[in-house]
């Protein structure tokens, strides 16, 4: 992959972006929603993404396939917060379904930790995972360590509950 930090947002990204969303989404991907989703479900949350990078609270970093797609994405959310402004958030991590499995996963959240450790005064990067999908494991791979967990903060069915799992990965 090829990837860009903080691409200029244009009407052509916003859509493939809405496009991988829904697509990672339908494909069982834990990033907000639950299948079906369409783009349009998407693009409100998405906005405020977007929002977000607009009013510099926020980064991006966007990866590409050969073929200029866009297959992958790592938003970052600054803390406002004067005693949190030493980490970050790390939030809608998505990887195309098509890349998954061959570790290209890996290789979105290494660049991520660079683009991270580039940024003046961030000491550590903190994301939350869905449970009961083995994501807990994927990001402890890649250095994170669990540091909570909420039981049965996530309800993505009437019966179905799940693990806010909170995710820790120190810079320094």
């Known amino acids: 992959m090829r990837f860009v930090r903080n691409p200029v947002i244009t009407a052509e990204l916003r859509d493939e972006l809405a496009g991988l969303w829904a697509q990672v989404t339908n494909a069982g991907g834990a990033v907000g929603f639950v299948p079906p989703v369409t783009e349009a479900d998407v693009r409100p949350v998405l906005e405020d993404h977007l929002a977000a990078l607009a009013e510099d609270r926020a980064r991006l970093l966007v990866g590409y396939?050969?073929?200029g797609?866009?297959?992958?994405?790592a938003f970052f959310r600054l803390n406002s917060h004067r005693l949190m402004r030493h980490w970050l958030?790390?939030?809608t991590v998505m990887l195309h379904p098509a890349r998954q499995g061959g570790g290209a996963g890996r290789e979105l959240m290494g660049v991520a930790e660079a683009m991270a450790r580039e940024m003046p005064g961030i000491e550590a990067i903190r994301l939350t995972?869905?449970?009961?999908?083995?994501?807990?494991?994927f990001y402890a791979s890649c250095g994170y360590q669990e540091v909570g967990r909420v039981?049965?903060?996530?309800?993505v069915a009437e019966d179905d509950y799940r693990d806010d799992?909170?995710?820790?990965l120190p810079l320094s």
């Open 151 to 155: 039981p049965r903060a996530i309800r």
């Open 165 to 168: 799992v909170v995710m820790w």
């Open 69 to 73: 797609r866009t297959v992958g994405t």
């Open 129 to 137: 995972c869905r449970g009961g999908m083995g994501l807990e494991r």
């Open 89 to 91: 958030w790390l939030y």
């Open 65 to 67: 396939d050969e073929h």
